[in-house]
């Protein structure tokens, strides 16, 4: 709903405000529909995701999967927007994910140095240039957009500012989103959290993956 300068001035301020608040409190109510309830998880708590409206494909499962990569190897697939973990039996776990965006994807090997149960978040300088309206400094916690879990990603002892972590938007799974980081459901990132050491090695390829089939 447009509303003009004239038809405010002449008394049309509630019609206004009436018709920029609908949309938001639309935007509210679908975004509210991809939650349901409150997990509680080490003294904080993250919001369960209503699976239902989440597109199977991009569910946790296991699939067959073919690379010459070893057991226990995090394989992201940006194209595809899918990560697996590489079991035995030519099996991996297969995890939906969000990706960079245009201009800001990476590929190749990294190793997971360090991890963070409910971490904190410090924007980058250059995504501070891009979004100075952005905090300095997050704390851990619900409302932090690295979510519960926090996979840092070095090659040689660097950090390279990428991490694998969850987030508060669900809908964004599928998608090219990110700065290059790799969001997960928050469900996911707990999950994946248990069953990577520090040392996993990880691999994201520029092109499509070697192949699975679920």
């Known amino acids: ?53 989440i597109d199977p494909v991009w569910r946790r499962q296991l699939v067959k999967y073919y690379s010459e990569e070893p057991q226990g190897t995090v394989v992201v697939d940006t194209r595809n927007h899918f990560m697996y973990i590489i079991f035995e039996n030519k099996t991996a776990l297969r995890y939906g994910v969000g990706v960079g965006k245009e201009g800001f994807q990476w590929f190749g090997r990294a190793q997971v140095d360090r991890k963070q149960i409910w ?56 998608g090219d989103v990110s700065s290059g980081c790799i969001r997960m459901f928050p469900e996911d990132v707990v999950d994946l959290y248990q069953r990577c050491p520090k ?16």
């Open 199 to 214: 040392g996993t090695k990880v691999l994201v390829l520029k092109h499509l993956g070697s192949g699975d089939a679920t």
């Open 119 to 174: 971490p904190s978040w410090v924007p980058p300088p250059e995504m501070l240039k891009r979004r100075p309206d952005l905090p300095t400094f997050v704390a851990g916690g619900p409302d932090n957009p690295l979510g519960p879990r926090a996979l840092y990603l070095y090659r040689d002892g660097r950090d390279l500012g990428y991490r694998l972590h969850g987030t508060t938007e669900p809908w964004s799974i599928g």
């Open 1 to 53: 709903m447009t509303i003009s300068r004239r038809q405010f001035v002449a008394g049309g301020a509630a019609i206004a405000v009436a018709g920029a608040a609908a949309p938001a409190l639309a935007q509210q109510e679908q975004t509210a529909a991809y939650f349901q309830g409150d997990v509680p998880d080490n003294g904080q708590y993250y919001r369960k995701t209503n699976f239902s409206k």
